[in-house]
């Protein structure tokens, strides 16, 4: 069983900062394909903020491109985000993600709320 434990939510006013972080824990973890983070407002599908990939490339919605950073150890299954300038439309619940082997696993969420 893998679980993802994700820390750091919390409320900012506009142009603050928050850093998310993600641990996995499990028997036998094997190093993640990929992890990073996925956020979901309210009435809003769930949608890919950034991502870190084996090799160390990485990926980023247009929206946060030059605000946020992702980084992060695939081999010991831990991700951050590194999130500044943040906007009142960055308010989400924001979730972490690993992928290993074609197979999916999702954290249960940290609130992110940016007042204006």
């Known amino acids: 069983q893998v679980q993802l434990v994700e820390s750091g939510g919390g409320l900012v006013q506009a142009g603050g900062s928050l850093r998310l972080s993600c641990a996995a824990s499990?028997?036998?973890?094997?190093?993640?394909?990929?992890m990073g983070w996925y956020r979901q407002a309210p009435g809003k599908q769930r949608e890919l903020v950034a991502m870190?990939?084996?090799?160390?490339?990485?990926d980023y919605a247009d929206v946060v491109k030059g605000r946020f950073t992702i980084s992060g150890d695939l081999a010991t299954n831990t991700v951050y985000l590194q999130m500044n300038s943040l906007k009142p439309e960055d308010t989400a619940d924001y979730y972490c993600?690993?992928?290993?082997?074609?197979?999916?696993?999702w954290g249960q969420g940290t609130q992110v709320t940016v007042s204006s």
């Open positions: 993600h690993r992928r290993y082997s074609g197979t999916n696993y």
């Open positions: 499990g028997t036998f973890l094997l190093s993640a394909n990929a």
């Open positions: 870190i990939m084996r090799g160390g490339s990485t």
